[in-house]
Nanobody, 115 residues
Framework: QVQLVESGGGLVQPGGSLRLSCVVS????????MGWYRQAPGKQRDLIAR???????NYDEPVKGRFTISRDNAKSTVALQMNSLKPEDTAAYFC?????????WGKGTLVTVPA
């Protein structure tokens, strides 16, 4: 059974940075395009960044130029470097395959950027 474990969230002031990490176990990680999703309170979960097995990336417009997704196929990990954080980035962040999330969701990691 595939397990997703996200970490690295926290409280950060506007303009600050955080690096999120996701460890994927129980699957052939290299077969999947992976993504980071986020869910703000009272809103749907949205895909914000994805990276193919070969390293091609794609970003949703609100995070383009500020966030960088990367992966390590040898370690089965996906990272999200978040810079220039804004209050509107406050959300729970999750990783999963993309654009279709085929794995059971992990618990996510909470990012809070106060206004």
């Amino acid at each position: 059974q595939v397990q997703l474990v996200e970490s690295g969230g926290g409280l950060v002031q506007p303009g600050g940075s955080l690096r999120l990490s996701c460890v994927v176990s129980g699957s052939d990680f290299r077969l999947y395009t992976m993504g980071w999703y986020r869910q703000a309170p009272g809103k749907q979960r949205d895909l914000i960044a994805r990276v193919t097995s070969s390293g091609i990336t794609n970003y949703d417009e609100p995070v383009k130029g500020r966030f960088t997704i990367s992966r390590d196929n040898a370690k089965s990990t996906v990272a999200l470097q978040m810079n220039s954080l804004k209050p509107e980035d406050t959300a729970a962040y999750f990783c999963n395959s993309a654009p279709a999330s085929v794995f059971n969701w992990g618990k996510g990691t909470l990012v809070t950027v106060p206004a």
